[in-house]
């Protein structure tokens, strides 16, 4: 008998599930706790109820490999992501969950809440950047600065495709849901990566949505869409808050998209 679905709760729109042995818990993005699994072909099927993967504890720990390459910057560390057959690396400021744990956007209105888009073994800075009770619900919620993780894209037809799909629906469901006329689309460019990954990446962003709450701000999205070793269309994403004065910059977005790489067996944790 499988155990009961518990409560949940919500961080900036996006719910973190863990499943650890027999029993499912959800805890909101950058909660100390239990962690996660549930996400399709874009990580949204590992994002279901009764996944049977078990949960870590720790974010050290990605793959079995050990004495790997190492990250590409000195002194960031290495996040790998062995399923979609991706690593990069992140500052050391950045905490990285478990390989298990899987974050998601789901419509507001959809009480399933399923993922509109999920991604997985995340890397968030700032977990507490804020903190509000919007709710009332007694309960107060973290809300991180930013947060960067990796996606199968299932389904998708060209990189540029799966990499504008992504990063609107990382803006439009953390940040301007149900509104969706406060996107700016870029236009997809050509990107190559230190170690030769070659793809596309958009850039979305939102500008002038109503502010929900305590912590509502515009949101941003960075995502590199490229074919892993297997062939098939995977992407990396950066989704952060967006016009505010500690929003992550741009180059530092950029040196974390320049170390995407394929997981090959040895990379292990920097």
Known sequence: M?????????WNRTTVVAVAAATAVVVACGVTGFL?????????DDAKPGATDSASTGGTDRSSAEGGSGPLVSGWNTVVNAKRGITFDVP?????????????????????????????????FKEKWCTSDDDRDGAEDDTPLASTGTTGEKGARS?????????????????????????????AESYRTKSGVEGSLVTVTSSGAPSKGKCGTDGKAV???????????????????????????????????STVRLFEDGDGQG
Not at 36 to 44: A, C, F, P, S, Y
Not at 98 to 120: F, N
């Open 2 to 10: 499988g155990a009961p679905e518990p409560p949940r709760r919500r």
């Open 36 to 44: 996660v699994l549930r996400g399709n072909g874009t990580d949204r």
């Open 159 to 187: 990189a540029a495709e799966a990499a504008e799909d992504t990063a609107k629906k990382w803006v439009y469901g953390g940040y301007t849901q149900p509104d969706s006329t406060h996107l700016e689309i870029g236009e």
């Open 92 to 124: 050391a400021t950045w905490a990285r969950q478990s390989a298990d744990w899987v974050s998601y956007v789901a419509e507001d209105s959809d009480p399933d809440e399923k993922p509109l888009v999920a991604m997985m073994a995340p890397a968030v």
């Open 223 to 257: 995502t590199f869409a490229f074919k892993n070793a297997e062939g098939k269309f995977v992407s990396w994403t950066y989704v952060g808050a967006h016009g505010v004065s500690d929003e992550v910059p741009d180059t530092t977005i950029r040196e974390i998209l």
